[in-house]
């Protein structure tokens, strides 16, 4: 039961994953000038790191679909999910959390 269980997460975070890494390289070509801006943490544009955050997820989504070995898929879904908490905690950490660039990217609906 667990590995159907296991099989149904994979392949829901392989979707969802697919989904966003699609809406990152789409958005990524936009004319908003906000893309050209640079991230305050990082220093690359945010059109290069929409374009790298899509990419990463975009290989986690195939490896979801695609790949056999559940711990290895797991953990990267862990994996990946964790870096994103860890990019907001130093955002927060930094004081960008209440910028306005951060916060418009940073969330879904204005």
Do not use: H
Request: proline share 2%; glycine share 12%; charged share 15%.
């Amino acid at each position: 039961m667990l590995s159907k269980t296991a099989r149904l997460f994979l392949y829901v975070a392989g979707v969802l994953l697919l989904a966003t890494a699609a809406a990152k390289f789409i958005g990524s070509f936009g004319g908003a000038r906000v893309l050209n801006s640079a991230d305050p943490i990082t220093g690359l544009s945010f059109r290069a790191l929409f374009r790298i955050a899509g990419a990463v997820e975009l290989f986690v989504a195939l490896y979801c679909l695609l790949g056999r070995k559940v711990k290895f898929q797991a953990g990267l879904v862990a994996w990946l999910a964790g870096v994103g908490t860890a990019g907001k905690l130093v955002r927060c950490a930094a004081g960008e959390a209440s910028r306005s660039v951060s916060a418009d990217i940073g969330t879904v609906f204005p």
